[in-house]
């Protein structure tokens, strides 16, 4: 067994649940909107952020079955968000099939997105948590910040390494952080818990955008899902190119600055040199191992269960990932 499927094993019947949840959810008296959603959720992704929200209720003891509800409607925010980025940033590829928006409109890709999100409110009012909706309703609002500061940062090659961990925890990290602190909310678990289970899934999200931003650089097409060289073609100044700018000859930076801000993959081969000659992936994996050593040290408040085994594991997986 694979150590991502050893992960799901362990909350083998929640996680069962959380897929049927989310295929009834997604009813819609709009055939479009079912066909869409089907699309994206159907489309082989991890269920990362449900399954920690899994994880960490049951690693706290929890025993009812809002969890799972909580589960589906974090899966369902993610997915909004899915369907929204591959219209902002004209994506044709996601984990490894067309994006909805090259199939049908991206009006109406926007407005199922929108759907997605709503729904996901309708599910939080019945997990009926007032700490809960206030977490998650500060969760939509940092999501949506995070997406406009990287549109802001495209095609500018000033962007540094303090603005680019803001983005990616604001874009990425808080839907980690908010699906394990609800989770700990929900189980009613100590104020050191819930701060200690939110703060490992900030690191833990962190360190699966750190990879992901080096996976852009070092993976292929056929393993990752996604194009190879998608941020640069976008003009995204990601962790690789910041680093390699700071560390390489000023013809080089110069070289990575111009590429930048004009976009596209003309000059792919000439970054990637650059890149690896600076040593800015093994820079980037190094921030991602730190970031996933501070989660682990995270957990140290949980008792001893295979659920905190799990969460131990995810972030070994999040850092030896190749898609």
């Not at 995070?146 to 940062?153: F, I, R, S």
């Not at 609800?182 to 703060?199: D, F, G, I, P, S």
């Not at 991602?288 to 972030?315: G, H, I, M």
């Amino acid at each position: 067994m694979s150590a991502s499927s050893s992960l799901h094993a362990v909350v083998a019947d929640d996680f069962e649940a959380v897929n049927r949840l989310i295929i009834q959810e997604c009813r819609s008296q709009v055939p479009l909107v079912e066909k869409i959603a089907h699309h994206i959720i159907d489309s082989g992704g991890k269920r990362l952020r449900p399954l920690l929200a899994l994880l960490t209720a049951r690693a706290l003891g929890y025993q009812g079955d809002k969890h799972l509800l909580l589960a589906a409607l974090i899966e369902f925010m993610h997915t909004s968000t899915l369907l929204h980025d591959d219209v902002v940033d004209e994506s044709s590829l996601r984990r490894g099939r067309p994006t909805a928006n090259t199939q049908w409109s991206n009006q109406s890709c926007v407005l199922v997105g929108d759907f997605l999100y709503s729904r996901s409110f309708e599910m939080m009012v019945r997990v009926n948590s007032m700490r809960i909706m206030e977490i998650l309703a500060k969760v939509t609002c940092v999501l949506a910040e995070g997406e406009v500061m990287q549109l802001t940062n495209v095609r500018n090659p000033k962007v540094s390494e303090e603005q680019y961990r803001q983005v990616i925890y604001a874009k990425t990290a808080k839907l980690f952080e908010g699906a394990t602190q609800t989770a700990a909310v929900l189980a009613e678990a100590t104020l050191e818990q819930q701060e200690a289970m939110r703060e490992y899934g900030a690191q833990l999200g962190l360190a699966f955008q750190l990879i992901d931003d080096l996976l852009d650089y070092e993976g292929d097409a056929a393993t990752m899902g996604k194009n190879v060289g998608d941020d640069l073609a976008e003009g995204k100044a990601t962790l690789p190119l910041i680093y390699a700018m700071q560390q390489a000859s000023e013809a080089d930076a110069l070289f990575i600055r111009q590429a930048i801000r004009k976009g596209g993959l003309d000059s792919l081969d000439e970054v990637l040199a650059i890149v690896n000659k600076t040593g800015a992936l093994d820079y980037t994996r190094e921030q991602a191992r730190l970031c996933s050593e501070k989660a682990k040290a995270c957990l140290e408040v949980l008792p001893n269960s295979a659920y905190k085994t799990a969460l131990l594991l995810l972030t070994d997986v999040a850092l030896g990932r190749k898609s």
